[in-house]
C-alpha cells in the first residue's frame, strides 16, 4: 500500500494531530468557555465572527504550502547534488525558524505602510530570486516558483518600490494578479 492511501481522511487530524488531541492546534470564533478550549487542544479565541476561524484556518494553510513548497524547492536544488532531504531538513528547518522570527517586525512594516528596507531593498532580493531561477533551470529543477517570487517583486518594483524591504509585497498580495485578472 503507498503512502498516500494510508493518510487520514481530511478532517480528522489538525495540523498533523488528531483531533482532541491535547497538541492539536485550531482556531475558534465563537464564544466558549476555556474548559471547552482545553480539550481540544491549544485553540486560539479569535473573537465573534464565526467566520474569522475559517479566514485563519485558510491563511495558515498559506502559510504552510509556502513554507512546504519552498523547502521543496531546496531539496530538489540539493538533489542534484547528491543530498537527500533527511539531510537538508535539520538545514531548512533553522532557516524557518529564522525567518519566522521576522514576521512581527514585517506585520509592524505592514499595519504602518512603512517599509524601510532595514536589512535589504527589494531591489537586491529581486536579483537573488534571478540567481535562484538561473541555478534552478542550470540544474534542470523546476523555477516555477521562483519566478512567481520574482514576478511579483517585479511589479513592485515597477511600481517604484525597489527601494524598500520585502513586505512591501503585501500590495502585490492584496490585489488579484495577473492571472486572476
Avoid: C, N
Amino acid at each position: 500500500m503507498g503512502r498516500a492511501a494510508r493518510r487520514p481522511l481530511p478532517g480528522r487530524r489538525r495540523h498533523g494531530r488528531p483531533a482532541g488531541h491535547r497538541h492539536a492546534r485550531g482556531g475558534d470564533s465563537a464564544q466558549r468557555p476555556q474548559a471547552d478550549f482545553d480539550a481540544l487542544g491549544t485553540v486560539t479565541q479569535l473573537g465573534a465572527d464565526h467566520g474569522l476561524a475559517s479566514l485563519y484556518d485558510v491563511a495558515g494553510l498559506a502559510m504552510m504550502w509556502s513554507v512546504l513548497s519552498a523547502w521543496l524547492q531546496g531539496t530538489a536544488l540539493l538533489r542534484t547534488a547528491g543530498v537527500d532531504a533527511v539531510t537538508y531538513a535539520p538545514f531548512a528547518q533553522r532557516i524557518a525558524a529564522g525567518v519566522a522570527d521576522w514576521l512581527p517586525g514585517y506585520a509592524e512594516q505592514i499595519d504602518s505602510g512603512s517599509f524601510p528596507a532595514e536589512v535589504s531593498a527589494l531591489e537586491t532580493d529581486a536579483r537573488a530570486m534571478a540567481q535562484l531561477i538561473e541555478e534552478s533551470e542550470a540544474v534542470g529543477v523546476s523555477a516555477e516558483l521562483p519566478k512567481l517570487f520574482k514576478a511579483m517583486a517585479d511589479r513592485s518594483i515597477a511600481a517604484g518600490h525597489g527601494g524598500e524591504q520585502y513586505p512591501v509585497l503585501i500590495e502585490e498580495f492584496s490585489r488579484p494578479g495577473p492571472a486572476d485578472d
